[in-house]
């Protein structure tokens, strides 16, 4: 299938906004890279600086140009504030594949509900607009708090990859895959989501 990757995609509910990130919302996440760089410690993108920030918002948008991502920044409409950071990678449109990832928050953001709302406007538009058949999450095997809150979502674990990546420190990090299909969305986890959002 096809995907205009310049349009602007806009997800929103009472809750939350995701709009498509631009190189001026530096402004917005800068902060972040300042004060709370531990953010990024199971990352395999350390954006925990200001150089850092500068090239994690330039290579989200070049993979946009590419037509490889689409990075959203998040706007939390309780603290009418922004808050993170989100995109669909490894988009293989015409097999009816894509990841979900990069996400992160502030913390302030943290364990608020937030990430399910987002979740949930991404993942109802991978399958009812985009056609996705399969949706990918992958985390550290190690981040904990990551990996509970994808099983949150109704996610199911399908394994470990061994050794995959480079954490910032440059140690090596084992991968946990998660995936929930597009049949599983449609016959009650979409339901079940909705239930556990909160206001």
């Known amino acids: 299938m096809t995907f205009n990757f310049e349009q602007e995609i806009l997800l929103e509910n009472e809750r939350v906004l995701l709009r498509p990130l631009l190189e001026?919302?530096?402004?917005?996440?800068?902060p972040f890279a300042i004060q709370e760089p531990e953010i990024w410690t199971y990352s395999l993108v350390n954006a925990g600086s200001e150089n850092g920030m500068v090239e994690y918002i330039s290579q989200a948008?070049?993979?946009r140009v590419q037509k490889k991502e689409y990075p959203f920044i998040i706007f939390d409409k309780n603290t009418k504030s922004y808050a993170g950071s989100t995109r669909f990678y490894d988009m293989r449109l015409e097999s009816g594949c894509l990841q979900l990832g990069f996400t992160w928050y502030g913390k302030k953001y943290q364990g608020s509900g937030l990430n399910k709302h987002c979740k949930f406007l991404m993942l109802d538009l991978a399958f009812n607009s985009l056609n996705i058949?399969?949706?990918e999450?992958?985390?550290d095997a190690d981040n904990?708090?990551?990996i509970q809150a994808m099983k949150s979502l109704g996610c199911t674990v399908e394994g470990i990859l061994r050794s995959n990546g480079l954490r910032p420190d440059g140690t090596r990090r084992?991968?946990?895959v998660l995936s929930i299909l597009k049949s599983e969305w449609e016959n009650g986890?979409?339901?079940a989501l909705i239930n556990k959002l909160t206001y």
């Open 24 to 30: 001026s919302d530096i402004q917005h996440l800068l």
């Open 61 to 63: 948008i070049l993979g």
């Open 133 to 135: 058949t399969r949706v």
């Open 137 to 139: 999450l992958r985390a």
């Open 144 to 146: 904990k708090r990551s």
């Open 174 to 176: 084992d991968s946990i």
């Open 189 to 191: 986890l979409k339901d």
